[in-house]
């Protein structure tokens, strides 16, 4: 017996209009992330790049930590003169110097973007943005745009029984599209909107037209 295919989901609708409003939201960004960027750029240690700031968007200080203190014990290294002791006290209060950035790191962590209320819209989060290296300006990839899609815009059908169900559904506004045209410019029309049809039509598991009040829709 040949085996029942497995039903491939579809993508039936993408809202580019929530999209829109979401990825909107990244210029409020602009000036906390900045701050991030001047804060790294102030300790020495490197150019600001965009594995950087994933890296502090992820995983925190941590790293950034790390690296500088390395690079103070090499600096420090070459002063062969200087006491292992004074050494460590040095990296110790040079480690300060990284205060501004982990405020900076905080604030944009917490940063949550103003969005006038629109149901289904959600706030852009930092997770979803890059930094273009070669020409300094945040922005949101490719891939990252393609990740809100998915999570945020899209609706697919997942089963054959969603599929028949939505072409049920589509052939049923076909034919009030039908009905809209046929009953437009009829003298006397009375028909105030969709919810109007149940004067006409019953709400039973077999829907029968209402003959004793279809004349009412034409006075």
Known sequence: MKKASEFKRELY???????????VQLVQFN?????????????????????????LISDGINGTE???????????????????????????????KL????????MVKSFRPAVPYTPGVPQ???????????????????????RILEKYCRIYLET???KRAYEALSNLCESYKKFLIETDGIRGI???????????????????????NFKSLLL
């Open 99 to 106: 205060d501004p950035l982990k405020s900076a790191l905080a």
């Open 31 to 55: 000036l906390e992330l900045e701050k991030l960027k001047t804060s790294y750029e102030d300790i020495k240690i490197g150019d600001f790049t965009n594995s950087i700031f994933k890296e």
């Open 190 to 212: 009375n028909y105030r909107g969709l919810h109007t049809l149940k004067n006409f039509i019953d709400d039973t598991d077999s829907p029968e037209i209402i003959f004793t």
């Open 66 to 96: 790390l690296k500088f203190s390395k690079y103070l014990e090499n600096e420090l290294s070459k002063i062969k003169s200087l006491p292992d002791f004074m050494k460590d006290d040095m990296i110790e209060r040079y480690l300060d």
């Open 160 to 162: 054959k029984e969603e």
């Open 13 to 23: 609708f993408e809202d580019t209009v929530k999209f829109q409003k979401i990825t």
């Open 124 to 146: 852009l989060s930092v997770e979803y943005i890059s930094y273009a290296n070669f020409s300094p300006v945040f922005f949101i990839s490719d891939g990252d745009e393609e």
